[in-house]
């Protein structure tokens, strides 16, 4: 890697941030790997990338950081937790947020860390295994052109980076998003279930609404998973948190019902009933 190429940390190695550090370390970027358990980092140990003892680490030797944890909890313990990215980070430091936490969070997180001369970056990311293949969506949201500075770190799996604004834009894209697939997965599940009532085979019937004008991502998904439960048991934590984290953002308004998140709520509540069947 050359001099002028920023040195790149990334936390957050679960399902989606996996895929997204294994493309850097395809593309030569060489990331300072930070996991709070010892195991999984193991796979990273004979390969290019770079292995830290703690975030406090990550923090003293990154010019950008990518946090890819789960919710906000998560993410401020390794930015101020004891040995956490704060306790040594440099000014001129950019965090980008990939975990889906709300505009709140994100926009209270740049006040609370431009006083270490510390930017964030609005960067939740879309698309699931698409990384991969180096075919993430990036939402980004940022102030003064910091998101450019990511681009190494962006570019290596993503191939659409959006930019929709300002901080917390990236987060209420993201929210919103995922409150349509929320909503189009709810009446997916509803389609199967009228199928099976009127005797039609759900397979085939998948093969028919995945090719033909009322295809979507929720039908595909729920062909791969192969029932309402199951689907349910693995969606809803996430779903869950991001429907929740939209009823926040949109309360107080005036929307017209059945509105969006409306719509999406009603769908966590299936998948509540379906987990506990």
């Known amino acids: 890697m050359s001099a002028e190429q920023p040195r790149v940390g990334f936390i957050g190695l679960g399902h989606q941030g996996r895929p997204m550090a294994d493309r850097m370390i395809e593309c030569g970027v060489r990331p300072l790997l930070w996991a709070r358990r010892a195991e999984i980092l193991d796979p990273y140990r004979e390969t290019e990338a770079r292995i830290a003892a703690s975030p406090a680490e990550v923090g003293a030797t990154c010019d950008v950081i990518g946090l890819c944890l789960y919710d906000?909890?998560?993410?401020?313990?390794v930015l101020f937790g004891p040995d956490g990215i704060m306790t040594t980070v440099r000014a001129g430091t950019v965090i980008a947020v990939h975990a889906t936490v709300g505009p709140d969070y994100v926009i209270d997180l740049a006040r609370r860390v431009a006083e270490a001369g510390v930017r964030v970056v609005d960067a939740p990311v879309s698309g699931a295994d698409a990384a991969r293949a180096g075919e993430l969506l990036v939402i980004l949201g940022d102030e003064d052109g910091d998101g450019a500075r990511c681009a190494p770190m962006f570019d290596a799996y993503a191939s659409r980076v959006v930019r929709v604004g300002g901080l917390g834009a990236a987060q209420t894209a993201k929210l919103l998003n995922n409150a349509l697939m929320a909503a189009t997965t709810g009446l997916v599940f509803d389609l199967f279930e009228l199928a099976g009532e009127l005797g039609l085979d759900s397979s085939a019937l998948g093969e028919v609404v995945a090719n033909g004008s009322g295809a979507c991502y929720a039908v595909n998904v729920y062909r791969a998973v192969g029932d309402a439960r199951t689907l349910s048991v693995?969606?809803?934590?996430?779903?869950?948190?991001?429907?929740?984290?939209?009823?926040?953002v949109t309360a107080g308004q005036q929307v017209a019902e059945p509105s969006l998140p409306g719509v999406a709520a009603a769908t966590i509540r299936q998948m509540v009933r379906r987990r506990t069947d």
């Open 234 to 248: 693995r969606a809803w934590p996430t779903l869950h948190k991001d429907v929740d984290l939209l009823g926040k």
């Open 72 to 77: 906000d909890a998560a993410t401020d313990a």
